[in-house]
């Protein structure tokens, strides 16, 4: 594959950016994570740092005009079959095995540079042309799992995925960049992105699927301390947390609210399905 970006594109990407990086405060203190297009512009009010879907999300433009700060949702460890690229990555044999805890997504090999070159040169254009001002990057939790689960196989995934990133730190350096989890590689990405995001560290699923129960401390404590220490290196890092729990329990997601801030973290908690906005319960 071989894609070029227009030289008015990337004047326009590039202006966006020096905007963005001039105009806008980088680091929110209140946030949400929201992938639909179903709830009215007021709901977002009290929330400075939205992170929404590329493909199904409110309007942008009102929202930035209220000093709201958007990142755009990008999956760089696999591709669901709705995706717009689905069929680019198809075609290109970019695709692994179906992930079974989500049918409908495929693994990616991150090794491959067609893959670095379309997140690059399309993907990401393609994102901050719809108005996005930043990046929120998932699933790079697989190539360390893909690795681990046939060495022999996946050899390179996680350097694949420390190579991707910091290739989209390269050409985008002004970029404000949100990682969810990818914790096996930050020790070599904490310079390339600006927030992390710990999804699931203080509440984890039942078995059964059906509800969530809190990670138990020693699990939890060790997540928290690891992440603090990145902080603690680079004291500019911001951590997220985004936790799921029973919305109509209160206590209970006022319980993970205060244990994440007291252990440095900008919490949000949620459900699962991630397409509702659910204030934080007040004390």
């Known amino acids: 594959m ?3 970006i227009s ?3 990337l004047l326009w990407i590039s202006l966006v950016l020096v905007f963005f990086h001039r105009a806008t405060p980088l680091h929110a203190e209140s946030w949400v994570v929201y992938y639909s297009d179903k709830e009215p512009e007021t709901r977002f009010e009290s929330y400075s740092l939205l992170v929404f879907d590329s493909q199904y999300h409110p309007p942008l433009e009102r929202l930035k005009e209220r000093g709201k700060i958007i990142l755009g949702y990008l999956s760089l460890g696999e591709v669901e079959n709705h995706r717009r690229h689905f069929s680019t990555v ?5 695709l692994l095995m179906e992930n079974e805890d989500w049918p409908g997504s ?7 540079p067609v893959w670095t070159e379309l997140v690059i040169e399309v993907l990401i254009p393609e994102l901050l042309q719809q108005g996005f001002h930043g990046l929120f990057i998932d699933t790079l939790d697989n190539p360390g799992y893909l690795e681990d689960l046939d060495p022999k196989r996946y050899r390179g995934m996680r350097q694949g995925g420390i190579h991707l990133v910091k290739a ?3 050409h985008y350096p002004e970029l404000p960049i949100m990682i969810n989890r990818g914790f096996d590689l930050l020790d070599h990405l904490i310079y390339d992105v600006d927030m992390i995001l710990a999804e699931s560290t203080r509440s984890q699923p039942d078995p059964d699927g059906k509800g969530h129960h809190l990670t138990p401390d020693a699990e939890y404590e060790a997540t928290a301390a690891k992440l603090r220490r990145f902080k603690e290196i680079r004291p500019r890092l911001k951590l997220y947390s985004l936790d799921y729990w029973d919305p109509t ?3 209970g997601q006022a319980l993970i609210y205060r244990q994440q801030r007291e252990h440095g973290f900008i919490p949000y908690v949620s459900t699962i399905e991630l397409n509702q906005v659910f204030p934080e319960p007040s004390p």
């Open 7 to 9: 030289r008015n594109i």
């Open 168 to 170: 989209i730190r390269r």
């Open 2 to 4: 071989h894609t070029t």
């Open 90 to 94: 198809t075609e290109q044999k970019l």
């Open 106 to 112: 495929y693994f990616i090999d991150v090794r491959n």
């Open 249 to 251: 329990d209160a206590k």
